[in-house]
């Protein structure tokens, strides 16, 4: 079964550094997704991307952050002077279509800020 | 008003019950509804799809009401495995929001 995956699985950065999270979603969606997840707390929408261009985001979606879809298969959010408090679980997903088909999300990076 | 709201839980059940979660939401123009699992600290998985029929795959059932806005998911002679978090998604305009999960513990 095809499946989207996420690299790294775990990042460990100094607060004030740029991280790049990198995801290959499934080859035959056209919809791409991040979301994030607090430890504890409930999944959160971060950003929505289709046609290479940013479709809707979440107020939690800040100049800091910036999506990119720089080849064929890889999707990155890049975080840009990273804080303490972006310490969490980023999802990334994929789905077909607009919103009638459920998405499909990857593994998931841990990123701990120092 | 949350915009998707789930009984956070716990539900602590022994193996073989019946266990049902409600989970309601505010945008009355939602398209479509999605029960996930998430186990700890791993990505949520889709469950099942949600429709305005109602729908059954296996021990699992998911109901869809628009006019009270609210969606269950029941689950059946619950085994062991079926511990985990369970995330009601509602997808209005391609904005996908997540209820916070009603966790479930079976027992043995």
């Known amino acids: 079964e095809p499946e989207v995956t996420q690299t790294p699985s775990h990042q460990v950065t100094q607060m004030g550094q740029e991280v790049i999270l990198r995801c290959v979603p499934i080859s035959n969606h056209l919809y791409f997704y991040w979301y994030r997840q607090i430890l504890g707390q409930k999944v959160e929408f971060l950003v929505s991307?289709?046609?290479?261009?940013?479709?809707?985001k979440s107020e939690i979606f800040d100049d800091q952050f910036s999506v990119e879809r720089p080849d064929g298969s890889n999707f990155t959010l890049k975080i840009r002077s990273t804080k303490l408090e972006d310490s969490a679980m980023y999802f990334c997903?994929?789905?077909?279509?607009?919103?009638?088909?459920?998405?499909?999300f990857g593994d998931g990076t841990r990123l701990s800020i120092l | 008003r949350k915009e998707v709201e789930q009984d956070p839980g716990p539900f602590n059940v022994p193996e073989g019950a019946t266990v049902a979660f409600n989970c309601t939401y505010s945008n009355s123009a939602s398209q479509s509804f999605f029960w996930y699992r998430q186990d700890c600290r791993k990505e949520p998985k889709l469950l099942m799809s949600v429709y305005s029929s109602g729908n059954e795959d296996g021990r699992f059932t998911a109901q869809l009401n628009r006019a009270s806005q609210y969606i269950s998911l029941l689950i059946r002679d619950s085994k062991l495995s079926d511990s985990a978090t369970y995330l009601c998604?509602?997808?209005?305009?391609?904005?996908?929001?997540f209820g916070a999960g009603t966790r479930l513990t079976v027992k043995p």
């Open positions: 998604v509602v997808n209005s305009n391609n904005d996908m929001r």
């Open positions: 997903a994929s789905s077909e279509d607009r919103g009638y088909q459920p998405q499909h």
């Open positions: 991307f289709y046609n290479n261009e940013i479709s809707e």
